[in-house]
């Protein structure tokens, strides 16, 4: 993966032309099916990441960052349900962020490798039903969870310009 950022918030961020490449530490996360970098720097501004799977090269879309204006909230509230024995069901609120645009929800095993990772619109998420998911990042259908074990939930409310607003994060034990 490589990271390229703009000078300014005050550019076209859609002409690539305006990024260039810096180098900031890379870390896999969910079991490196992603990747984040940790970028010090409070000023705000454009970045675009470029990754490369099977053989193609792919661009983000722009992540206008809002480390000073609007940091990332985190909580663990989330409600747990079991509408069916060994499928929860995640229901959360914005916490009064009016800007979300769509969700990222990852199911985690205890050492945090990823078991399922999907975008949706929606306030819930149901393990492994996918009605109201509008993307799914898993390669393969994701196995069963197994009563008893401690799962994660992670969530990361994200707004139109690519910013996660929200991140809620909580271990639960699978019924």
């Not at 990747?35 to 206008?64: A, D």
């Not at 039903?129 to 994660?152: C, E, G, H, R």
Request: some cysteine.
């Amino acid at each position: 993966m490589l990271y390229y950022e703009a000078d300014s918030l005050n550019i076209d961020e859609n002409d690539f032309t305006n990024y260039k490449r810096i180098v900031l530490a890379e870390t896999a996360v969910f079991g490196e099916i992603l990747s984040r970098f940790s970028q010090l720097n409070s000023e705000e501004f454009w970045c675009v990441v470029t990754y490369l799977t099977h053989g193609k090269m792919h661009k983000s879309n722009p992540i206008r960052l809002k480390n000073a204006t609007k940091p990332t909230n985190w909580t663990n509230e989330v409600t747990i349900e079991y509408p069916t024995t060994l499928k929860p069901k995640f229901t959360w609120s914005d916490f009064d962020i009016t800007d979300n645009e769509f969700y990222f929800q990852v199911i985690s095993d205890r050492d945090d490798d990823s078991i399922s990772g999907t975008y949706s619109y929606d306030h819930f998420f149901q393990y492994y039903n996918t009605t109201n998911i509008v993307l799914n990042i898993n390669t393969a259908t994701p196995k069963d969870l197994v009563v008893d074990d401690t799962y994660n939930f992670t969530l990361m409310a994200v707004s139109a310009d690519n910013w996660v607003n929200l991140r809620i994060q909580k271990s639960f034990v699978a019924e």
